[in-house]
């Protein structure tokens, strides 16, 4: 970017030296130089530039930081389980630098006075940038407007009876399908049939069966298959791009692939929590590893990792769902789903890294360069002259204990209590800046940005 003339003359904001540096065409011994938000020179040498700020990173790993696609932040009505302070912390802790939140919030950003609220809330308090989903609209006419508004696709929950939606009428989800495809943008999906959960659960109800047995039987994979297959026909059929969340059986995987090969165009993720536990967690820590769609079995675990080597799992999302501990506490059946994750998901797969059962090329793409891609996040996902310098510093070497306590995170539990891990986040930058140092959040709120989409 800068030819050798410039380079001596000119002072840089930030030169990281003597680290080991991820590229996709290996890793290369030397750091980055830093200006303007950008990384003006990767390579052996970065010292050769003068630099405001010079950070001797020796024996570390840097790593393009990660983007977290699948992210509930909270804030406004539900800021006591997470507000965009505490949320974007969480991120900066487990070398996040980009999230994008999710709308099921209260009120539900699906429409643009909500949106526009929502990202007003967040300008001042955030460290990393946060880009936005939109829930479906009431009126299909607004879905124009929101696309407008930088979001980077709209969400939809099927099984979620209080969306503005009636998700059940095939003919209106095909309309706001065509929409969205109109506007260039993706729907992603969370995959499960209100229809089969209620049947079930009515069933399950009359049983002798235990509140677990319950939860687990009303949204078996079979309910997250029939969704996929009945919205892919409907994205064919409107030509809209789809996105599955957190997919977590093995069938479902099995039905992705079939509708891919009836032209549909589908990319979906995975969470650490499904590839990485079963419902046996459910046993030892009850309602705190409560999660919609809910753990499943060993051969579903098998199934997904296979997944993620063949490349039909394009990304790894934490779906950080913080909730207060005392809703956590309620009985099984009313405590609501979902955990955090912001602060467990670059440490548990850098422990799958360091034991050879992932590569690190693959981690980078599924936490990086690949949200970037599917989500149209310029300038962001890998280490590049050219790109910002968001990126993450590691010590691959250190083995530590996950302790809720610490989480940054208003949620402090975990399912991965007390797990040993190996691989901890040094330091994390955003556009050059430093945020989090040993654990230590060193910037004031509001340094990080809003990220609108242009389509
Ligand atoms: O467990 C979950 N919690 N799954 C979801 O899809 C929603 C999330 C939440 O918002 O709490
Ligand atoms: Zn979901
Ligand atoms: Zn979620």
Redesign the pocket.
């Known amino acids: 970017m800068i030819d050798a003339m410039t380079m001596i003359s000119s002072t840089v904001d930030l030169v990281l030296k003597n680290a080991k540096v991820f590229t996709f065409h290996g890793i290369i011994t030397g750091g980055v130089a830093v200006d303007n938000g950008k990384i003006v020179k990767l390579s052996k040498e970065p010292e050769i530039f003068r630099a405001d700020e010079v950070i001797d990173a020796k024996g570390f790993l840097l790593l393009p930081g990660l983007i977290d696609s699948h992210v ?1 932040m909270r804030d406004l009505q539900l800021s006591y389980k997470e507000d965009f302070y505490t949320g974007s912390c969480a991120a900066a802790a487990g070398g996040i630098t980009t999230v994008i939140d999710m709308p ?1 919030t209260a009120p539900r950003t699906s429409s643009f006075k909500a949106l526009r609220e929502k990202k007003a809330e967040a300008r001042n308090k955030i460290v990393v940038n946060v880009a936005f989903y939109a829930g479906f609209p009431s009126r299909l006419t607004e879905v124009k407007q929101l696309a407008k508004e930088g979001i980077v696709g709209f969400k939809m929950y099927p099984h979620d009876p209080s969306e503005e939606v009636d998700f059940e009428n095939e003919e209106q989800v095909r309309l706001y399908f065509e929409a969205v495809a109109e506007n260039n943008l993706p729907v992603s999906i ?1 995959p499960d049939d209100l229809e089969t959960i209620k049947k079930l659960q009515s069933e399950l109800q009359q049983q002798k069966l235990s509140d677990i047995e319950i939860f687990l039987g009303s949204h078996p994979p079979t309910s997250e298959r029939k969704a996929i297959v009945k919205y892919a026909e409907l994205g064919i059929k409107a030509g809209c791009r789809l996105h599955f969340c957190h997919v977590s059986s093995m069938e479902s995987l099995a039905a992705i692939k079939e509708e891919q090969s009836k032209g549909a165009k589908i990319t979906c993720e995975a969470t650490p929590h499904h590839l990485l536990l079963t419902e046996e967690e459910i046993k030892k820590h009850e309602t705190f590893s409560k ?2 769609p809910p753990l499943r079995s060993q051969n579903d675990n098998t199934a997904l990792w296979a997944g993620i080597l063949d490349g039909t799992i394009n990304i790894l999302v934490s ?1 950080h ?1 913080p ?1 207060s501990f005392s809703e956590k506490q309620k009985p099984f059946l009313e405590a ?3 955990f955090p994750g912001l602060e467990t998901m670059l440490p548990t797969m850098l422990t799958k890294v360091a034991y050879g059962d992932l590569r690190l090329e693959k981690l980078v793409e599924l936490t990086s360069s690949s949200p970037a891609k599917i989500f149209k996040l310029e300038n962001k996902g890998m280490l590049i002259e050219g790109y910002d310098a968001d990126m993450v510093l590691v010590d691959v070497k250190e083995k530590w204990k996950i302790d809720p306590e610490k989480f940054y995170s208003k949620s402090k539990f975990s399912p991965f209590k007390d797990w040993k891990v190996v691989g901890k986040v040094r330091k994390t930058f955003i556009k050059g800046l430093c945020i989090i140092s040993d654990g230590k959040i060193v910037v004031p709120k509001g340094v990080g940005s809003i990220i609108n989409i242009s389509h």
Do not use: F, I
Request: zero cysteines; glycine letters at 10%; proline letters at 9%.
């Open positions: 509930h099921n969370h999660v919609l779906d769902a909730h609501p789903s979902g």
